[in-house]
């Protein structure tokens, strides 16, 4: 399990300067005197578990656009906070000790603000081990899985028959041992929990992976009880104008997104 960590001043000094994205959007605003989470974000599936749980927890915090199709997170700014070059990322500036800390990779700042506030992460370790064992299933599964479907169905430069086949039906074997769960579960871990929020954005994009969520009916009752509570609702309209411009048939999108080698 990640823990938290205090960072040096000189690393979050500048995290807080803006990416080559200077425009911010506050979503929740915080009380006098209270600083909002930075979140580090473009509107993806890992985005969209941060923005759930943050709006769930009803925690202030701050939209920062990182255009991932202008390379946004390779600036060193970024890379200071995430060094894998990926969203999300959060700086929480009241962290542990009341000092501020920067947190990559979806998972980790998901129990990190379990942590923090106590919500969606539960304490207990029965209870806990049913969370991680969901989270780590769809961090480890069913997210890469979805992601290759999604690749390979939409983006590859040619179509090959055998990557689209082996993604689809693994997204399949997926969507079908969520759906086996949630026949005798209400949700991943028995409660709402910050396992359901890292997995609902990938079932939203379903039709984008080859799915019919009619033929999953527990999967499909989950996914639309969870989109109708206001905090994802909320979360899911955090809107990026730029997001919406991107032209994935554009040479220079397409190299920064899925040209990358180590640097």
Not at 128 to 140: I, P
Not at 150 to 179: K, Q, S
Request: with cysteine; proline share 8%; net charge positive.
């Amino acid at each position: 399990m990640a823990r938290p960590r205090t960072e040096s001043k000189a690393k979050l000094a500048a995290a807080a300067k803006s990416p080559r994205g200077k425009g911010t959007a506050a979503k929740r605003g915080a009380a006098p005197g209270v600083k909002p989470i930075e979140l580090y974000y473009w509107p993806t599936p890992n985005g969209w578990k941060i923005s759930i749980m943050l709006e769930e927890c009803g925690l202030p915090y701050e939209v920062r656009p990182i255009d991932i199709s202008k390379g946004d997170q390779f600036t060193p700014q970024f890379l200071a906070i995430s060094p894998n070059n990926r969203i999300p990322a959060i700086v929480d500036p009241a962290g542990p000790g009341g000092r501020p800390i920067s947190v990559f990779e979806s998972g980790a700042i998901l129990q990190y603000l379990g942590r923090k506030t106590g919500k969606f992460y539960p304490r207990e370790e029965r209870a806990r081990v049913a969370v991680e064992e969901w989270l780590y299933w769809q961090v480890g599964g069913l997210g890469p899985m979805a992601g290759q479907a999604n690749h390979f169905r939409r983006y590859a430069p040619e179509h090959i028959t055998y990557a689209i086949a082996r993604y689809t039906d693994e997204v399949n074997r997926l969507f079908g041992v969520m759906n086996t769960r949630l026949a005798d579960h209400e949700f991943l871990a028995g409660r709402y929990s910050i396992a359901d929020m890292a997995s609902i954005g990938w079932v939203r994009l379903a039709d984008r992976m080859g799915q019919d969520l009619a033929l999953f009916p527990h999967l499909n009752r989950w996914f639309e009880v969870i989109r109708a509570r206001p905090a994802v609702q909320r979360a899911f309209a955090v809107r990026i104008p730029a997001a919406s411009k991107v032209d994935m048939k554009d040479p220079k999108v397409r190299a920064v997104l899925f040209g990358q080698r180590a640097r």
